[in-house]
């Protein structure tokens, strides 16, 4: 039986196991791909004290990190269900079954894809998903933003002060985000919308993205905009599909938390990506994921009657 059994290994789990660890209480972790979303990451500029490291050498960091303390780590695992009670229960997709007295979620999150050709293989050369994490990476240089919510929106005026020219492409008839950021979008001079137009490839020359090509959807028209850059903004989608009906959801997916990173369920706390704390970035992960350990032992100093 474990103290603490954080299902996930990103940032999030990662500072929880290190966390827990540190309290000497017994910690096992246990994730489907131990590093998370940063192994899909290039360059990280915006996690404070580190000036510029990579996805991969950041992983192995985390990873060497939570080693360096008695964690068990079950890597390679998914969870499929948790059972709430006196000890809570996750099963695996193997059909094991843990057992633990408290439970930290911090199975983060993955960005929508739009599934056209050039997409994965141009994924970190000249397509990205997060304007906080690789906005600068663009600084001078033609970007367009696919996707014409809040996210999207919010991405093309962030992005329009750093890039020299941002077009903002949206599926349907109007943007959907709302009307505040529409009128600051509007209000800029780099920027140009299209609406009703639907992205059909991102074009490269075979090491980083050279342009992409949209279907205007009222005459079918085919057309090419040139640049550097592609930000896709069609959603972050949590990865907390399993937990549907168990725990109290957002309706985004995101699992509900309070301040002390509590769900509905007592003994069951979350962290990172897959919650509703806002702004999806590793620092804030970190600090959630730190938090989340914190608040499950002060769970488990006040329910141990054994
Ligand atoms: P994740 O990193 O998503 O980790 C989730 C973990 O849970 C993984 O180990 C996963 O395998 C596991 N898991 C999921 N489901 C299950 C399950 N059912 N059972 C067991 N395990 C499961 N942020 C920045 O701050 N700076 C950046 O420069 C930056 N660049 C980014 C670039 C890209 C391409 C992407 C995709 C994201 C970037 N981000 C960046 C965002 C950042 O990576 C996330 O905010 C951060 O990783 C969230 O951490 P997390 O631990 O909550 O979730």
């Known amino acids: 039986v474990f103290d ?11 500072a929880a196991a290190i966390y827990a660890a540190r309290k000497g209480i017994r910690t096992g972790v246990l994730a489907e791909r ?30 060497q990190h939570v080693k360096s303390y008695e964690v068990d780590i079950m ?22 079954v843990l057992k633990a007295k408290s439970v930290v979620l ?22 990205a998903y997060c304007p906080h994490c690789d906005g600068p990476l663009f600084k001078g240089k033609r ?20 890039v020299s020219h941002v077009t903002l492409i ?17 209000s800029l001079r780099n920027v140009t919308v299209i609406t009703s137009a639907q992205t059909t490839e991102i074009h490269g020359d075979g090491k980083k993205v050279s342009g992409l090509s949209y279907k205007e959807r009222n005459t079918d028209a085919l057309k090419q905009v040139e640049l550097e850059g592609v930000f896709v903004q069609i959603g ?13 959801l957002s309706r985004h997916g995101e699992i509900e938390v309070d301040a002390r990173g509590q769900t509905s369920i007592p003994g069951v706390f979350a962290a990172g990506d897959v919650t509703t704390v806002p702004y999806k970035q590793i620092v804030i992960a970190v600090g959630e994921g ?13 329910s141990d009657d054994e």
Do not use: C
Not at 236 to 248: D, H, I, Q, R, Y
Not at 290 to 302: E, G, P, V
């Open 143 to 162: 970007v367009a933003v696919i996707g014409g919510g809040n996210s999207g929106v919010e991405a093309a005026i962030d992005l329009a002060g750093l």
């Open 75 to 96: 890597n390679m695992q998914r969870a499929a269900k948790l059972v709430p009670g006196k000890l809570i229960e996750i099963t695996t997709a193997g059909g094991a």
């Open 4 to 14: 603490v059994l954080i299902v996930g290994g990103g940032p999030a789990g990662a």
């Open 236 to 248: 972050l989608v949590p990865n907390s599909e399993w937990l549907k009906g168990t725990l109290a």
């Open 170 to 186: 949206e599926f349907g008839a109007e943007l959907r985000a709302d009307a505040v950021l529409q009128r600051k979008l509007h």
């Open 290 to 302: 730190a938090k989340a350990a914190l608040s499950a032992f002060d769970h488990l100093i006040r």
């Open 34 to 63: 131990f590093g998370g979303q940063v192994l899909d990451t290039l360059a990280i500029e915006n996690f404070v004290s580190v000036k510029e490291t990579d996805g991969p050498h950041f992983a192995a960091a985390l990873e």
């Open 106 to 127: 911090a199975t983060g999150a993955r960005w929508r894809e739009i599934n056209v050709p050039g997409e994965k293989e141009y994924r970190n050369h000249g397509v």
